[in-house]
Structure formats: C-alpha cells, structure tokens
C-alpha cells in the first residue's frame, strides 16, 4: 500500500483561534478524510509543555469523513491561556493500522 499523506487525511481550517465569542476566528476546525471505515480515533490538544489539556474524542469509531472543533477550552471548561498548543490525532483500526499526526494551534487574544 502506498503512504498515506498526512495532508490528505487531516486538514487544518485555521491553525490560531481567538476564543472570544466575536464570531472570528472563535474554534479551530479539522477536517478529516479516512481511506476506508473502521477506525477509532483520539483528538487530544496537549500545551506546550505536553500536557494534556482537552480530550475531544476518546477511543471513538469515527467515519470516513468528519470535522472536529475545539474552542479553546479545557476538559474542566475554562478558557486555556494565549499560547502554542498541539493538536494530536491517533487513528487506529482492528488490523493493527495506526496514524498519528501532529498540528499546532495557536491561541491569540484580541485586546
């Protein structure tokens, strides 16, 4: 089978939101696009320092095609601070197929 390109199954819409409701630039979008169904997924946002700060989807069969957001809150709902985050995107299936992708996401207020 020939690789997968990353950009074709994961595709960042904007990579720096500005989480103040102002209706621009409120959530980052992903968009994926997997060959076949099957796979379960983790979208976690880590901090600089690599600590987990959001779980947006947790060992989930997803389809073949999707979008996922995230607002700029942690798993406690709190606004995370201004600053470089990472969106890591595990993608596993039943025949031991794994994927894994890395997109940074700045986080920018408006003053």
Excluded: C, M
């Excluded at 409120?26 to 976690?44: I, M, R, V």
């Excluded at 989807?57 to 201004?82: C, F, H, M, N």
């Amino acid at each position: 089978a020939a690789p997968d390109n990353a950009d074709d199954l994961i595709h960042l819409l904007s990579d720096r939101i500005s989480p103040d409701d102002d209706g621009y630039e409120d959530f980052a979008e992903l968009q994926y696009s997997l060959p076949e169904e099957g796979y379960e997924a983790n979208f976690t946002i880590f901090d600089a320092g690599g600590l987990p700060v959001r779980k947006i989807i947790k060992y989930q069969l997803i389809g073949t095609e999707g979008t996922v957001r995230w607002d700029g809150e942690s798993d406690e709902g709190a606004r995370v601070r201004p600053g470089i985050y990472i969106l890591f995107v595990e993608l596993f299936n039943a025949e031991g197929d794994v994927k894994n992708f890395k997109r940074t996401i700045s986080v920018v207020r408006r003053f």
